[in-house]
């Protein structure tokens, strides 16, 4: 006790020497000018997890060395990505503890400890993506569907508000998004039939201010796509934090897919929003506009992939406001993200399922029966692992899975809903025997569930054209996030163990060490006393780097 009580005292002192922790709304919005710190979950509202850190280059980055690791007493996936705050490191350990650490040693200062129901019954793991912070407050979404504020000082908490309710299957697993005086989660369980919702609270009390739900209710537009009341346990789920345009006031989500996952006939219907990706007024929680990538998804394609924003000049200069979106059904978009116009789109990843985008991006679906083998598959094209945009290379860098295949079978009768269990329509099944594979499928990791074969990459796109600059392949999947810096060096982990650095401009492997576990989330960079640090996590432990001094 007497130890916690001396941490807490130092990093009072901290804090208040220099400001630290007091982030402000305008600090938010203005994240990309302070690049020492990291101070939303992918750094930036506009999510490009780009940082303009440059000491750390492709001509020194053989002299990274360990500097410091936490050991996060979970054994539980570390999925989440840090903030650093002046010189202090908020994080949190699965599922839902927040830690205040030193950046620069590691050292610990406080610990939360939050114990979720025994109710709580996320689908695909007991993680947690991270914290957001304004002023001295701390926000963490729990996977028992709590909002819970923190006092960044000491870690005492200050309100909990109830968002959703876990016996029914209500999760979160978002790191909030802070927009002035607003905290903004999103609710995860589509797989138990929920209907999903975004939600803003206020960062002062926890009350709601508004919420917008996922799937449109009777009257409402887009109601008509959902047959008779399936749209009451439609799912369209949110498990992955949002962005934000200030200057449109905008903030946009993606949707999760549709319930029962793998039998559309029993939710006849496009099923609006579900596999979409949403722009609401950040005041209101109102509809701007909305793109769909995969209408009434029997392939469980969850669009809850990063939106990344990005302003873009085109051949004839004019400078556009894009977001850039690759998809787990295998396709790359661009779109306006004043007006949510499709701009153009391709595939990344072998995809058959369907034949293109037409020219409004709404794909040409070539359904593929039960027994057949369907590109991309359950895990897609990619998935929640975070992409990257550099500006100065003009690239778009996301972690891709290849050549991945998988099938499923509806159940023979329409499912029963019943609250609080699963609500999944089929189940995945083996490929007919003698079904033919691409030839491509010749090498890479054996999947025990679906017997499909395949590896992992990072792939570099041009976002203008969608078309492939560069690809390094992995004997193994990924399940890491990239990041990128104004030097041009590009971090990634893979399920291999390796941590790599490649030159962003032309995917030269620069640099790996082996951190001797699965590297599940996003890397981050940030400076302290003038030393750029790299974190990233493997297994349930987070390592970070610096330069040999």
Known sequence: MARSVALTCVLSLLLTAGLGAQVTADRLRNAESEPHNWLTYSGSYASTRHSLLDQITPSNVDDLELKWVFQARSLENFTATPLVVDGIMYVTQAPNDVVALDAATGRVFWVYEYTPSPESRPCCGRVNRGVGILGDTLFMATIDAQLIA??????????KTAVGEPSQGYAMTVAPLVIDDKVVVGVAGGEYGIRGYIA???????????????????????????????????????????????????????????????????????????????????DTGELRWYFQFTPNDPYDYDAVQIPVLADIETADGQVVKVMLWANRNGFFYALDRTTGRFINGRPFVTVNWAEGLDDSGRPIQTPQAPGEVTYPGVQGGTNWYSPSYNPGTGLFYLSAWENYGAIFEPSSEPEEYRPGQLFLGGRPMPAIPGAAAPPALTRGHVNRWTEAVGNGAVIALDPRTGEQRWKFEMTDMT???????????????????????????????????????????????????DAQYVAAAAGNVLFVFGLRD
Do not use: C, K
């Open 150 to 159: 923190l006092d960044a000082v000491t870690g005492r908490p200050i309100w």
């Open 479 to 529: 399940t890491s996030g990239i990041l990128t810096t104004a030097s041009d060096v590009l971090f990634t982990g893979g399920r291999e163990g390796y941590f790599y650095a490649f030159d962003a401009s032309d995917g030269e492997l620069l640099w790996r060490t082996t951190l001797g576990g699965v590297v599940h989330n996003g890397p981050m960079s940030y400076q302290v006393d």
């Open 200 to 282: 803003a609270y206020d960062a002062a009390t926890g009350d709601e201010v508004w919420r917008f739900y996922t799937i449109p209710g009777p009257g409402e537009p887009g109601n008509d796509t959902w047959a008779g009341d399936s749209w009451r346990y439609g799912g369209a789920s949110v498990w992955l934090t949002g962005s934000y345009d200030p200057e449109l006031n905008l903030t946009y989500w993606g949707i999760g897919n549709p319930g029962p996952d793998w039998n559309p006939a029993q939710r006849r219907g496009d099923n609006l929003y579900s596999d979409s990706v949403v722009a609401l007024d950040a």
